[in-house]
């Protein structure tokens, strides 16, 4: 059974940083592709960031230059570091993991609230 646990989300002032995790368990980490996506009230759920199994990243051209998505193999986990956030960040922001039957995975979710 996988699971996708987040972790790491919270409310930061603007300008200010985050890492979220996700730690992902009951599958072959590494050979799966990774993203982070995000839900903001009354908005669709849109992909921020991805890695692929071979360690290729993409963000969206919103978050280029702030956030970057990494993963650790060896600890079954992905991160998405977020610097100089806006208030335009806030949103729930879900790990999505897809495997190579295209599949798709999610975590329950880790709000992001950027606000003074």
């Known amino acids: 059974q996988v699971q996708l646990v987040e972790s790491g989300g919270g409310l930061v002032q603007p300008g200010g940083s985050l890492r979220l995790s996700c730690a992902a368990s009951?599958?072959?980490?590494?050979?799966?592709?990774m993203a982070w996506y995000r839900q903001a009230p009354g908005k669709e759920r849109e992909l921020v960031a991805l890695?692929?199994?071979?360690?290729?990243?993409n963000c969206i051209h919103s978050v280029k230059g702030r956030f970057t998505i990494s993963r650790d193999n060896a600890k079954n986990t992905v991160y998405l570091q977020m610097n100089s956030l806006k208030p335009e960040d806030t949103a729930v922001y879900y790990c999505?993991?897809?495997?190579?039957?295209?599949?798709?995975?999610w975590g329950q979710g880790t709000q992001v609230t950027v606000s003074s």
């Open positions: 890695i692929t199994r071979s360690g290729t990243t």
């Open positions: 999505n993991l897809r495997d190579p039957y295209s599949k798709d995975y």
């Open positions: 009951g599958i072959i980490f590494s050979i799966n592709h």
